[in-house]
């Protein structure tokens, strides 16, 4: 059965009635795999409510649509609520989202544990029956997606499957949903994630001059979506080049052409019928002139890019940080590592992975606790806003630790600008702003402060997959020290080298292929 949509428009009633999709139409067949892609805050969780339940954004939402078919759904939402985490295994496996009996489960149970046992889940496990809560993120992720793809539905729904997935993880879900023939909908920051299982494309784009959402649907893969809007975008800006150009050769034109008429209406004082008759001439260039300059060209801007660079330091790359030698590492009573040394030096670009739970975090508080003693260092949470005072406003924040004259304020509205926060966002309360939002003011506080070191845990889980290659770039181009914790394998290899390892409680320091190349034997 397919999946048809006629004429969705969503409009967001505390948002200055914000339309996040206007006259949106699309059709889905079986093997159809559709990415919804775009900036957090632009919708795209709304978009997925709305097409697992439409009643169930009634309370936030104007919306109108003139048909919507589609057979059986499944639903992995982003997040679960207080009632849905303090259940144990079981009853959430026996229960739905409004706490009625899902019957069709409770004469299967059986049958989904040894489904589960592909995602690493055994009977006697099962036995212990945990709660939600006391699971690990990777765990409860998991458990969740086997719960999802062991129904057997039409449509599969799924807002951010990879998030707390390791990269082995993220292998078998791949593997397994290649194999799926039912339609699935995602929204999904992860690069690699998308490159393997999109086949259609829906971007929604957050237009900061316009009252609504900027939404393409595209039938193509991933990769060659994005290469479709690159050729766009340089398309456009080479059209945007060429009529500058000629705007500019014109004004300069009737520039010389009022100069010679001026000229000759000096000469013609003492014939007024010739003086006249240039005066009209002067008035019809000026109107020329004028129109001219108040022509409306709008520059070609990558809604999704991070336009920042570090500033270059001066000091020399072997010059060493830090070493220390640690017995463990440990997380209350439970043993992380054994003993590891750890040596940074001034250029170390360093990537964490390892299976969720395996210490990446804990080290890096460790690290940020006694390297901030020694150095200025920047770190950014991978819950940002445990990080942030939710009161303040980016601008106040970004004042408060650059400073508050006129310089440093027309840089931070540049700078903030340039990330496509509008002048509102720059003043509003941090609370207020969506969590990638706030991952680009804290990338902007790193590059506008004077930072030797960077601690970054997962910095691409909360904005839009199309940033990823900017935010690359702009690490690469940092002649400091990063450690960095990620899980999404296209950000790895395109911006890290060295590698430390989380593995069965050692700390392995290695390069990304050999590294990746380990994990594939594994997966295989």
């Known amino acids: 059965m397919n999946l048809q949509l006629h004429d969705l428009t969503i409009r967001l009633m505390n948002n200055n009635m914000r339309r996040i999709v206007e006259h949106l139409s699309l059709t ?12 957090e805050g632009c919708g795209k969780t709304t978009v997925l409510d709305y097409l697992n339940q439409p009643s169930s954004i009634d309370g936030y939402t104007i919306t109108t649509c003139s048909g919507y078919t589609h057979g059986a759904i499944s639903y992995l939402p982003q997040k679960l609520d207080n009632d849905r985490l303090r259940s144990s295994i079981s009853t959430f496996f026996f229960t739905h989202d409004d706490g009625s009996l899902d019957y069709d489960h409770l004469e299967n149970y059986e049958r989904f544990k040894r489904f589960a046992s592909n995602y690493g889940f055994d009977r006697q496990w099962f036995d212990q029956d945990p709660l939600m809560d006391q699971l690990s993120g990777g765990q409860r992720m998991r458990y969740r997606l086997a719960i999802c793809l062991f129904d057997k539905t039409d449509v599969i729904l799924m807002d951010e499957p990879t998030n707390d997935l390791d990269i082995p993880s993220i292998e078998n879900l791949i593997h397994t949903i290649t194999k799926l023939d039912q339609i699935i909908i995602f929204v999904s920051h992860d690069t690699y994630f998308l490159s393997k299982i999109a086949t259609h494309i829906l971007e929604m784009r957050k237009i900061e001059w316009l009252d609504h959402n900027e939404v393409i649907f595209h039938k193509s893969s991933y990769d060659d979506y994005v290469k479709m809007r690159m050729d766009a975008t340089n398309k456009a800006m080479m059209v945007y080049q060429s009529e500058s150009r000629n705007r500019k050769e014109k004004a300069k034109k009737l ?270």
């Open 255 to 524: 520039e010389q052409i009022r100069s010679k008429v001026e000229y000759a209406q000096n000469q013609a004082v003492r014939t007024p019928s010739v003086a006249r008759k240039l005066a009209k001439k002067i008035k019809a260039v000026n109107q020329q002139i004028e129109h001219n300059a108040q022509m409306t060209m709008v520059k070609p801007t990558d809604v999704s890019a991070i336009p920042l660079s570090f500033k270059n330091r001066s000091i020399s790359s072997k010059h060493l940080l830090w070493s220390n030698h640690y017995p463990s590492l440990n997380h209350g009573t439970t043993h992380l590592l054994d003993a590891f040394t750890l040596t940074l030096h001034h250029d170390d670009h360093w990537v964490l992975v390892g299976e969720n739970g395996c210490g990446k975090t804990t080290l890096m508080d460790l690290l940020y606790s006694q390297l901030s003693l020694h150095y200025p260092i920047a770190y950014l949470h991978q819950s940002i806003h445990t990080q942030l005072d939710l009161n303040h406003s980016p601008f106040d924040d970004l004042s408060h630790a650059l400073g508050y004259d006129k310089t440093t304020s027309d840089l931070i509205h540049t700078t903030l600008s340039a990330l496509h926060l509008s002048y509102d966002e720059i003043h509003q309360p941090y609370a207020n702003l969506s969590q990638g939002t706030l991952t680009k003011c804290i990338l902007a506080k790193m590059v506008l402060g004077d930072y030797q070191i960077l601690l970054l845990d997962e910095p691409t889980r909360n904005i839009s997959p199309l940033s990823v290659s900017s935010l690359s770039s702009l690490l690469k181009s940092f002649n400091g020290c990063i450690l960095c914790v990620s899980h999404d394998r296209y950000f790895i290899e395109s911006t890290f080298q060295n590698v430390l390892w989380f593995n069965h409680h050692q700390l392995i320091q290695t390069n990304v292929s050999t590294y990746l190349n380990s994990i594939m034997k594994m997966v295989e």
């Open 28 to 39: 889905l067949n079986p093997n159809d795999r559709l990415a919804i892609i775009g900036e």
